[in-house]
Protein backbone atom coordinates (compact mmCIF):
# COMPACT_ATOMS: atom_id res chain seq x y z
CA UNK A 1 0.00 0.00 0.00
CA UNK A 2 1.48 2.81 -0.75
CA UNK A 3 -0.08 6.58 0.72
CA UNK A 4 0.38 10.21 -0.86
CA UNK A 5 0.22 13.54 0.72
CA UNK A 6 0.18 16.39 -1.40
CA UNK A 7 0.82 19.74 -0.10
CA UNK A 8 1.46 23.43 -1.36
CA UNK A 9 -1.13 24.50 -3.16
CA UNK A 10 -3.14 27.92 -2.68
CA UNK A 11 -3.70 30.86 -4.61
CA UNK A 12 -1.49 32.84 -6.68
CA UNK A 13 -1.39 35.58 -8.83
CA UNK A 14 -1.21 34.91 -12.66
CA UNK A 15 2.63 35.06 -13.91
CA UNK A 16 3.26 34.01 -10.21
CA UNK A 17 4.98 30.29 -9.16
CA UNK A 18 3.95 27.92 -6.50
CA UNK A 19 5.75 24.04 -5.70
CA UNK A 20 3.72 21.22 -4.94
CA UNK A 21 4.94 18.45 -2.82
CA UNK A 22 4.19 14.86 -2.74
CA UNK A 23 5.51 12.85 0.45
CA UNK A 24 4.92 9.01 -0.06
CA UNK A 25 5.26 6.30 2.06
CA UNK A 26 7.54 3.59 1.45
CA UNK A 27 10.08 3.20 -1.32
CA UNK A 28 7.91 4.32 -3.79
CA UNK A 29 10.49 5.46 -6.03
CA UNK A 30 12.99 2.76 -6.89
CA UNK A 31 10.62 1.52 -9.19
CA UNK A 32 7.27 3.24 -9.69
CA UNK A 33 6.79 6.28 -12.13
CA UNK A 34 5.40 9.30 -10.04
CA UNK A 35 3.37 11.89 -11.54
CA UNK A 36 0.89 14.57 -11.15
CA UNK A 37 -2.14 15.14 -12.85
CA UNK A 38 -4.94 17.65 -12.42
CA UNK A 39 -9.02 18.54 -12.47
CA UNK A 40 -10.21 21.34 -13.09
CA UNK A 41 -14.16 22.00 -12.60
CA UNK A 42 -16.59 20.25 -14.95
CA UNK A 43 -12.90 18.92 -16.59
CA UNK A 44 -11.94 15.41 -16.97
CA UNK A 45 -8.88 14.80 -14.72
CA UNK A 46 -5.37 15.87 -17.43
CA UNK A 47 -1.73 14.41 -17.01
CA UNK A 48 0.57 17.23 -15.94
CA UNK A 49 4.05 15.57 -15.72
CA UNK A 50 5.08 12.19 -15.12
CA UNK A 51 8.96 11.50 -14.17
CA UNK A 52 10.20 7.36 -13.74
CA UNK A 53 11.75 5.33 -11.89
CA UNK A 54 15.24 5.93 -14.77
CA UNK A 55 14.36 10.06 -14.26
CA UNK A 56 12.89 9.95 -17.56
CA UNK A 57 10.05 13.21 -17.56
CA UNK A 58 7.66 13.49 -19.59
CA UNK A 59 5.10 16.82 -19.92
CA UNK A 60 1.94 17.79 -21.08
CA UNK A 61 1.81 20.91 -24.14
CA UNK A 62 -0.06 23.24 -21.71
CA UNK A 63 2.75 23.17 -19.62
CA UNK A 64 5.86 22.52 -20.88
CA UNK A 65 8.38 24.75 -20.28
CA UNK A 66 6.76 26.38 -17.21
CA UNK A 67 6.39 23.67 -15.27
CA UNK A 68 9.18 20.98 -13.32
CA UNK A 69 9.20 17.43 -11.95
CA UNK A 70 11.39 16.50 -9.56
CA UNK A 71 12.04 13.87 -6.99
CA UNK A 72 14.16 13.62 -3.75
CA UNK A 73 14.81 9.67 -3.38
CA UNK A 74 16.20 10.37 0.28
CA UNK A 75 12.92 12.25 0.95
CA UNK A 76 10.71 10.10 -1.02
CA UNK A 77 9.21 13.52 -2.25
CA UNK A 78 8.46 14.54 -5.36
CA UNK A 79 7.82 18.13 -6.38
CA UNK A 80 6.31 20.00 -8.63
CA UNK A 81 7.65 23.94 -9.44
CA UNK A 82 4.74 26.05 -11.40
CA UNK A 83 6.35 28.76 -12.93
CA UNK A 84 4.35 31.57 -15.31
CA UNK A 85 0.87 30.50 -13.84
CA UNK A 86 -2.12 31.38 -15.51
CA UNK A 87 -5.84 31.08 -14.99
CA UNK A 88 -6.16 27.79 -16.85
CA UNK A 89 -3.52 25.99 -14.43
CA UNK A 90 -6.49 26.39 -11.87
CA UNK A 91 -7.20 22.96 -10.88
CA UNK A 92 -7.15 20.46 -7.75
CA UNK A 93 -3.84 18.84 -8.27
CA UNK A 94 -3.08 15.15 -7.73
CA UNK A 95 -0.12 12.88 -6.92
CA UNK A 96 0.15 9.93 -8.54
CA UNK A 97 2.20 6.53 -8.12
CA UNK A 98 2.44 4.17 -10.87
CA UNK A 99 3.36 0.40 -10.77
CA UNK A 100 0.70 -2.04 -12.06
CA UNK A 101 -1.72 -0.66 -10.25
CA UNK A 102 -2.24 3.72 -9.29
CA UNK A 103 -2.36 5.24 -5.96
CA UNK A 104 -3.43 8.63 -6.06
CA UNK A 105 -3.15 11.50 -2.84
CA UNK A 106 -6.23 13.62 -1.94
CA UNK A 107 -5.50 16.58 -3.72
CA UNK A 108 -4.26 20.39 -3.26
CA UNK A 109 -6.38 22.81 -4.99
CA UNK A 110 -3.84 25.53 -7.11
CA UNK A 111 -6.26 29.12 -7.78
CA UNK A 112 -4.65 31.31 -10.43
CA UNK A 113 -6.54 34.89 -10.46
CA UNK A 114 -5.82 38.21 -9.85
Known amino acids: QVQLVESGGGLVQPGGSLRLSCAAS????????MGWYRQAPGKQRELVAT???????NYSDSVKGRFTISKDNAKNTVYLQMNSLKPEDTAVYYC????????WGQGTQVTVSS
Open 96 to 103: NARYIADY
Open 26 to 33: GRVFRIYT
Open 51 to 57: VTSRDIT
